[in-house]
């Protein structure tokens, strides 16, 4: 028997394309969130199951990043209005907004939510205390520049409670020792960085850049860097949390979701999206991933199609 079809549940509300998308950590009673990121300025909350809970108003610009805490009550989002704001996610108010010099493009929030990282297209990584909103940000620099790369930075990550990781359009990982404010150590990878994402499962940080996509040990300890080159550049890229036996990504230049293997072995591509696909993400349980795309809808897709899971019946009989 042929094996079922993937249906993806389609996501709609944002009226602009989709930038970035961010699960929350799986938890206790098994269910997870979704928050996603849009041009239309209105990061949105979503249940594991893709329904709608709530938007976050109050952005004047379009948002490129927002993530949430690990119990899900905060959200931290980044925006071309030049401010990252921090959200409660039960009322939908905004508790403050921190003003930046230009776009910021990537927001991080500490493990105990006491903290929040940003950057973006000043080039700096700004940590702010979220118990002293109003105390002025540090800045992380190698040489007292103020500066922390020589090109916009996509994406800024925490591990663990004293490690931030940014990595920019200057190929560079940078990791940040965030007691004494100092580089710990950085990786070159020649190309502009397009992603960088945490996979809190495998402690890995997963990486896009030109036609790669590469696993790196989240804290730098020895272990060898995954890198498969791919036929196309991907815009983003999500392992597996679990089986950590595939990966799907994104692309700019055509319309499609790919599951490869970690060979590289291309195992599915996935059609239904109407434009560039910008971001994907495995959801913390490993039964779904979601994409993001120009077209301004989320899409969800089962890792086994014709498995019942969330809004998902069971095909395995209908011999579809």
């Given at each position: 028997m042929a094996h079922p079809k993937s249906v993806p549940l389609v996501a709609p509300g944002h009226t602009r394309?989709?930038?970035h998308l961010s699960f929350s950590a799986l938890q206790d009673d098994g269910t997870f969130v979704l928050i996603s990121s849009c041009k239309d300025g209105n990061p949105m909350l979503r249940e594991w199951t893709g329904d709608w809970i709530g938007t976050f108003i109050g952005h004047k610009g379009a948002v490129w990043s927002s993530k949430l805490s690990p119990d899900t009550s905060r959200a931290a989002s980044g925006s071309a209005d030049f401010t990252a704001k921090i959200w409660d996610t039960y009322?939908?108010?905004?508790?403050?907004?921190f003003p930046h010099n230009h776009i910021v493009r990537s927001v991080a929030l500490s493990p105990s939510s006491s903290h929040l990282l940003t950057?973006?297209?000043?080039k700096k990584v700004r940590m702010f205390d979220l118990r002293r909103p109003d105390a002025e940000a540090d800045i992380?620099?190698?040489?007292?520049?103020?500066i922390s790369h020589n090109g916009t930075i996509k994406s800024v990550v925490w591990v663990g409670e004293h490690t931030g990781v940014s990595a920019a359009e200057d190929g560079l990982i940078k990791w940040w020792d965030l007691r004494s404010r100092k580089l710990t150590t950085s990786l070159d990878f020649k190309n502009p960085i397009t992603s960088m994402e945490l996979s809190p499962?495998?402690?890995r940080l997963v990486v896009t850049a030109g036609r790669t996509v590469s696993f790196i040990p989240a804290l730098p300890n020895g272990n060898q860097t995954h890198s498969l080159t791919l036929q196309y550049s991907p815009s983003s890229a999500s392992i597996h949390p679990l089986l950590q036996d595939r990966f799907v990504t994104g692309s700019i230049n055509d319309e499609w979701v790919r599951v490869h293997d970690l060979s590289g072995e291309e195992r599915d591509v996935l059609k239904g999206h109407h434009g560039p696909v910008h971001c994907v993400e495995f959801s913390p349980d490993g039964e779904m991933f979601a994409s993001g795309s120009e077209d301004g809808t989320i899409r969800l897709?089962?890792?086994t199609p014709g498995k019942s899971y969330g809004l998902w019946q069971g095909s395995q009989?209908?011999?579809s």
């Open positions: 394309p989709v930038t009322t939908g108010e905004a508790l403050h907004s950057g973006g297209q000043e992380f620099s190698e040489d007292g520049s103020g499962q495998t402690n897709w089962q890792t009989n209908n011999g």
